[in-house]
């Protein structure tokens, strides 16, 4: 495995996408334990976008629990329903909030947050077994690109779930 990601120098988030997912399946492909995986895929986010936090939340019992992140402290635990996170365990969908100040029950961990989208994972039996979160500096930040991109790496995660 490289540990140096080779990311093009771009604003097309597409083309940046496309250079990070095959290097993120091949850190994957070498790494069994999830906690080692989580902590990897929110660095490589973090390298290829800078966003203000990119990170884990697992779902234990009737709540998320922090996990591997990049950026300021967080929160450690939001209820099932709760906040963005809560919302998509809930529903079992990626939300994508353009303006966190608009969602209702919005948990802010951080002021700098102004957009925020939502993914969830699954594990091998089809369960909400955790979410990735990742929240920008900038309104309406995230698109369906981002949703799709980010849900393909989020699958590279779900056969290190029991
Ligand atoms: N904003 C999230 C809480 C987690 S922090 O953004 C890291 C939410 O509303 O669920």
Not at 73 to 99: N, Y
Not at 122 to 127: A, I, K, N, T
């Amino acid at each position: 495995m490289s540990e140096t990601l080779q990311l093009p120098k771009t604003d097309d988030r597409v083309a940046v996408y496309s250079a990070l997912f095959p290097q993120v399946r091949d850190l994957l492909n070498d790494e069994h334990d999830l906690i080692a995986a989580m902590a990897n895929v929110s660095a490589a986010l973090r390298q290829a976008f800078n966003w203000h936090w990119i990170g884990f939340y697992r779902v234990m019992g009737a709540e998320l629990v922090l996990g591997p992140f990049q950026g300021p402290v967080a929160c450690s635990r939001i209820g099932h329903g709760k906040g963005v996170c809560g919302t998509a365990w809930a529903d079992e969908r990626t939300l994508i909030v353009a303006d966190v100040d608009k969602f209702p029950g919005h948990i802010a961990c951080s002021p700098l947050s102004k957009s925020e989208i939502v993914v969830p994972i699954r594990d091998r039996s089809g369960r909400i077994a955790a979410v990735l979160d990742i929240d920008s500096e900038r309104m309406d930040d995230f698109n369906e690109v981002d949703a799709h991109a980010l849900g393909r790496i989020c699958t590279l995660l779900e056969p290190l779930f029991e």
